[in-house]
């Protein structure tokens, strides 16, 4: 797939855990985390989240993009390390319950609750990547030029 002028690859589709039914399995974090210093849920914390199940992704920096269908990109992201690590247990595909509140991976609750909505409706999501350490302008780039709907600095360029 061509994001301007950038040839990305299909890594992966994008699933989830489902039980006997089919139904996405959920799951609330932040119920099971010792809120010892009373923080407040961060805005995208309080979930249902999901397991997000994606495999073959490179252990190397680069950008991602988030599509759903052929090609409706939703969302555009980096890895400065690793994209396998930023979509694994430490990343979008597990929620901790210590990023559910103020201080933690806000981003990574709302990404995941937005494939959750996705997969809900019976969409077919894909991650394509593209491996680079140069991940960081490149992201920015390709925000500013397609504003994907899933990313916040678009709609702030918008307005």
């Known amino acids: 797939m061509d994001l301007d ?13 489902r039980d006997a039914n089919g139904s996405l399995v ?21 979930g249902p989240f999901i397991r997000v ?4 992704l490179p252990p190397r920096p680069g950008v991602y993009a988030v599509v759903r269908g052929p090609n409706e990109v939703l ?23 210590r990023n559910c509140f103020r201080g933690g991976q806000s981003t990574n609750c709302r990404i995941n609750n937005l494939i959750r909505l996705e997969l809900e409706n019976g969409a077919e999501l894909s991650l394509w990547t593209y491996t680079t350490p140069e991940c960081v302008a490149m992201e920015r780039q390709l925000i ?16």
């Open 144 to 159: 500013a030029r397609l504003q994907p709907a899933w990313n916040l600095q678009g709609r702030l360029n918008q307005t």
């Open 53 to 56: 199940r994606v495999a073959g």
């Open 26 to 46: 959920l799951d609330v974090p932040h119920q099971r985390f010792a809120n010892l210093r009373g923080l407040p849920l961060n805005a995208n914390g309080l």
């Open 5 to 17: 002028g950038y040839e990305f690859s299909r890594a992966s589709a994008i699933n989830a855990d």
């Open 75 to 97: 969302y555009i992201g980096r890895a400065q390390d690793s994209i396998a690590a930023r979509w694994g247990a430490t990343g979008y595909a597990v929620i901790y319950p």
